[in-house]
């Protein structure tokens, strides 16, 4: 294949795999945004997506239905997990912006090796719910990624309109901005902030389920996504959804395309150095005022 | 601190490092050279604890500076021909350098911001020891027997193999850095840094230049990660970027939660405690890193001052 194909090929694969980290980061985003914690486990809560859709799969026979069925209870499920944690974990030390990161760590561990005994070591795969080629000149392209890139785009556009058309939205945001006023104009900051880390939780599970097709379910591929929601949460700053899908598509079509023409270990060197130095550049930078 | 509670607390300090060399008479194998990884791997948390317990700063990036002594003292045996000693002055070396080039870029942030940058780099680290992988053998690692020569003592051979050499090897290098962390703890400069950690805003006002106490423990704490680095790979004789990974950057802050923040004792404690624990868990089942998840989130939720941050606060309050 020449230049030309090579580059459009680097492109395509990136912006589908920006999409997923669009939703993935975008969890993590809402998450830190509005609790003002780092979130950890989030990477382990799109692995739990993945592994609940294979296991819904495995559980429904034909795959569309197996794939829908999958898109509804394994955001449920996991959702549920995080409003668990959250009630039992993270309020009872009272959202310590340190403390939440050494818990949360602890909540890793927790999730990636009980998935590791009930699930096994295995990375197992699932068929996608549809299967056609879409022919291009030069190569042909898995129809299945596409429907991926449209249904991220639909729960992105969810999304925003729950943040900026529903009374939850306008809670969140409420205290986003100023939680003591918030509070004092009746918001209920204890059951928005459930809410806000269950969304979170659930938008890295759906960003699981849709990827399972294209990467094989597997205990230890939580890792990947955390390192890079958080660099797209630095660079587009503290829960934006505008901010965030932005800076999801600066990194996945970068990474894409640095991934195909160098090394994709390279791509992520860079990418990880650079997202520290703009944190350094910019002390408490993007991050916002430090309240540690 | 008045003369009688300066012999007590040496008295204290001392009495360990003397119960661990005569342990080495009465331990059985298994547990000889158990308890020689956990001196190194103790030295590894003291240096973590003077930045968390005395500074205040909470890094997620410590295995670069394990790492990088481990790879400052494997990389010069392996491919020069370098001696122990030599070895493990490169690793240290290698170590402080880091930290030092560390701090100057990351220590203008602080708080979680400074956590996220040093996991960044960290991650770098681990990512380039992968990519450099015909030099480093990435994950695979290499081992140095064979390659590194034994000590000369008076004429005798001392090969790192012999068990008694290995323990009293990583004695040595524990007891170094065990004084070196009381000492700094004890000397005005130790009480600076615990001011920065109270409230740098104040510390700053009487003058001190906060910036650079904290680089200086910054690079301390990374010199002592990087001699028990490089020590891990020399008397181990193993090398490899395992030990770059996170779960290295996690197990020093898990120790030093567990024996206790900001207690000179406590990360020897934590040490030996989560050693023996995760130990247990691998014989039981593979997931044994559950562990960790459990025994972290018990903490923060019940026990965040560690085992001896309770000692201090309920029997022993002149406990440094």
Redesign the interface.
């Known amino acids: 294949m020449s230049f030309g194909p090579h580059l459009f090929l680097a492109l395509l694969e990136g912006t589908v795999s920006a999409f997923v980290l669009a939703l993935t980061a975008l969890g993590l985003s809402l998450v830190f945004g509005v609790m003002r914690i780092?979130n950890v486990a989030h990477g382990e809560f799109f692995m739990l997506g993945a592994v609940l859709a294979w296991f819904c799969a495995s559980l429904v026979g034909t795959p569309v239905a197996g794939f829908l069925f999958a898109l509804i209870a394994a955001p449920l499920i996991v959702g549920a997990l995080a409003l668990a944690a959250d009630r039992l974990?993270l309020r009872?030390?009272d959202y310590h912006?340190?403390?939440t990161?050494?818990?949360t760590?602890?909540?890793?561990?927790?999730?990636?090796?009980?998935v590791?005994?009930l699930y096994g070591?295995e990375a197992r795969p699932v068929t996608p719910p549809v299967y056609f080629i879409l022919s291009f000149p030069w190569f042909g392209y898995s129809g299945y990624k596409l429907v991926v890139a449209a249904i991220s785009a639909c729960l992105l556009a969810a999304t925003w309109w729950l943040l900026a058309r529903t009374k939850l939205g306008l809670y969140m945001r409420a205290a986003q901005q100023d939680l003591e006023m918030a509070q004092a104009f009746g918001v209920p900051a204890r059951r928005v902030y459930a809410m806000v880390f269950a969304l979170g939780a659930m938008l890295a599970a759906v960003a699981g389920v849709l990827v399972v097709p294209i990467q094989q379910a597997h205990y230890l591929m939580g890792?990947d996504p955390l390192?890079l929601s958080?660099i797209v949460v630095?660079l587009g700053g503290l829960g934006s959804v505008k901010g965030t899908v932005v800076a999801a598509f600066v990194v996945g079509i970068s990474d894409g395309v640095v991934s195909v023409f160098f090394?994709p270990?390279?791509a992520?060197?860079v990418a990880?150095?650079l997202?520290?130095?703009v944190?350094?550049v910019r002390?408490?930078?993007l991050?916002g005022e430090?309240?540690? | 601190m008045n003369d009688l509670a300066t012999h007590r607390v040496l008295a204290l300090h001392l009495g360990v490092l003397a119960l661990l060399f005569l342990a080495q008479f009465a331990l059985p194998e298994y547990h000889h050279t158990n308890v020689a990884r956990i001196m190194v791997l103790a030295a590894y948390a003291l240096g973590y604890n003077l930045l968390l317990g005395y500074t205040g700063l909470?890094s997620?990036g410590h295995a670069m500076f394990f790492a990088a002594g481990m790879y400052g003292a494997g990389l010069p045996v392996y491919y020069l021909g370098f001696g122990a000693a030599g070895a493990l002055g490169a690793g240290i070396a290698t170590g402080m350098l880091l930290a030092a080039a560390f701090g100057l870029?990351?220590l203008?942030?602080?708080?979680?911001?400074f956590?996220?940058?040093s996991?960044?780099?960290a991650?770098?680290f681990y990512?380039?020891s992968?990519?450099f992988n015909e030099i480093t053998l990435g994950d695979q690692g290499f081992i140095l027997s064979g390659k590194l020569a034994p000590l000369q003592l008076g004429g005798t051979p001392l090969g790192f193999h012999e068990p008694a050499v290995k323990y009293n090897a990583a004695l040595l290098l524990f007891a170094a850095c065990f004084l070196l962390s009381l000492g700094l703890r004890l000397s005005p400069i130790g009480r600076v840094l615990i001011a920065i950690r109270e409230n740098e805003e104040r510390t700053r006002l009487f003058g001190y230049d906060s910036f650079r106490y904290k680089l200086l423990a910054l690079v301390l704490s990374g010199g002592l990660a990087a001699a028990a680095g490089a020590s891990y790979a020399l008397l181990f004789s193993y090398v490899g970027s395992t030990f770059a990974s996170?779960l290295f950057s996690?197990y020093p802050?898990l120790w030093t939660?567990l024996g206790g923040v900001g207690t000179i004792l406590g990360p020897l404690v934590g040490t030996g405690l989560m050693f023996y624990l995760v130990d247990i868990a691998s014989g039981i089942?593979?997931?044994?890193?559950?562990v960790?998840?459990?025994?972290?989130?018990?903490?923060?939720?019940w026990f965040?001052q560690g085992i001896m941050g309770t000692v201090r606060a309920k029997w022993l309050p002149w406990l440094p």
């Open positions: 780092v974990v009872r030390i912006p340190e403390g990161i050494v818990a760590i602890g909540l890793l561990y927790i999730i990636q090796q009980a590791l005994t070591p890792l390192l958080f630095i090394s270990t390279l992520k060197i990880t150095l997202v520290a130095a944190l350094v002390p408490g930078g991050f430090d309240r540690a | 909470m997620l870029m990351a203008r942030t602080s708080g979680v911001s956590l996220i940058v996991l960044m780099f991650q770098a990512l380039a992968l990519y996170i996690i802050l939660l089942t593979s997931a044994y890193l559950l960790v998840g459990v025994v972290l989130v018990a903490l923060i939720l965040p």
